[in-house]
């Protein structure tokens, strides 16, 4: 599997950015036997998004469960004017990640804007998605930028007659956010604030607080997607590091965790048992886990409590019509 890949990853999905001052290399054998070391093990949830388990994504994102995509897309189309409006046409449009999506073409097309600037760490998913939307808008000026937006960037401007200095919007779709602790995204949030300056914006897809339920099916699928898909985290430590975890004695667990707002992902180990990687041997009880993914939810009003404590107005939200799933238009000044 291809390297980039892995790379594209992780920074889509970083998991303990910024806490962990990633560079652009990914410390995978370092995290792993880190994190199996603890005395709560736990991995971070970068590490899922291997070829194979970016494929289990994809499945994870058309599961009938699995709300949050459809959702997104779904308030994304219901309300492009006023998205549109909020960000401004001809503004300088920063995604985090590359924009494959097909959110990313809808906004782009409704904003018109004076350059979009996809980041990411891997430079192949850049090449990738760069020549599809050269062919799509021609007219597009886009400025890929190769780094980590879990650091400070610096953002190109242009030159000449091709230099932009509208107002900076940084878009940063799919409720990745989700992942990170509050306070490493208030962290994060405080340093894009920093990145779009006075005069920017920014528009953060978000997964709202709902039924327990709803939300308990979306991570625990009935055809078992989900389960593969965490499990392949050990399948992968097997394949790369030569592990030796037995598959068949871990199981899938994910449960709503109403006190902290968050989906917990775990692997439960079924039996009493040890696994090694090289000379490294880990012993597990039975019923002990490994704690795999957090995936916070928050209600508007969270939402925009810790975006206002990072430096943002939130003066707009927009939501799905079955009010799971929201955008919010952050404004710096
Ligand atoms: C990509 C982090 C938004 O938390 O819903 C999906 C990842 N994990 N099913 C999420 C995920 C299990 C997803 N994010």
Redesign the pocket.
């Known amino acids: 599997m291809a390297r980039n890949e892995r790379r594209r990853r992780a920074t889509?999905?970083g998991g303990t950015f910024p806490a962990d001052s990633a560079t652009l290399a990914d410390g995978f054998r370092e995290d792993v036997i880190a994190g199996l070391s603890l005395p709560r093990k736990a991995l971070p949830?970068k590490y899922?998004y291997d070829a194979r388990g970016s494929r289990l994504?994809e499945k994870?994102c058309r599961l009938r469960e699995?709300y949050?995509t459809r959702s997104e897309l779904a308030l994304t189309r219901a309300h492009l004017g006023a998205i549109a409006r909020f960000a401004g046409c001809g503004c300088t449009l920063i995604e985090y990640g590359s924009g494959e999506g097909l959110k990313s073409r809808l906004l782009i097309e409704a904003l018109r804007p004076a350059a979009y600037v996809p980041v990411d760490i891997s430079q192949a998913a850049l090449r990738g998605a760069t020549a599809a939307l050269r062919r799509r808008f021609p007219w597009l000026n886009i400025v890929a930028v190769h780094g980590d937006f879990s650091q400070p960037l610096k953002i190109p401007v242009g030159a000449g007659a091709r230099s932009f200095s509208g107002r900076r919007v940084v878009y940063f779709p799919?409720?990745?956010i989700?992942?990170l602790t509050p306070a490493e995204a208030h962290a994060f949030l405080r340093m894009t604030r920093g990145q779009v300056g006075p005069r920017g914006a920014m528009l953060v897809g978000v997964?709202l607080k709902k039924d327990a339920r709803v939300l308990h099916a979306?991570?625990n699928d009935a055809g078992g997607v989900?389960a593969a898909?965490?499990l392949n985290l050990l399948a992968r430590i097997n394949r790369e590091l030569g592990g030796d975890f037995d598959l068949r004695r871990f199981g899938h667990y994910?449960f709503y965790n109403v006190a902290q707002g968050r989906?917990e992902?775990h692997l439960v180990s079924l039996a009493a048992q040890a696994a090694s990687i090289g000379s490294h041997r880990f012993e597990f009880e039975a019923g002990e886990s490994i704690h795999t993914?957090n995936?916070y939810k928050y209600s508007l009003e969270e939402f925009r409590a810790l975006a206002r404590r990072a430096g943002f107005r939130a003066p707009r939200a927009w939501l799905d019509r079955r009010g799971r799933f929201a955008l919010h238009g952050l404004a710096a000044d």
């Open positions: 889509r999905l949830p899922f994504f994870i699995y949050p799919g409720s990745t989700g992942n997964d979306a991570y989900t898909f965490n994910a989906i992902m993914e995936s």
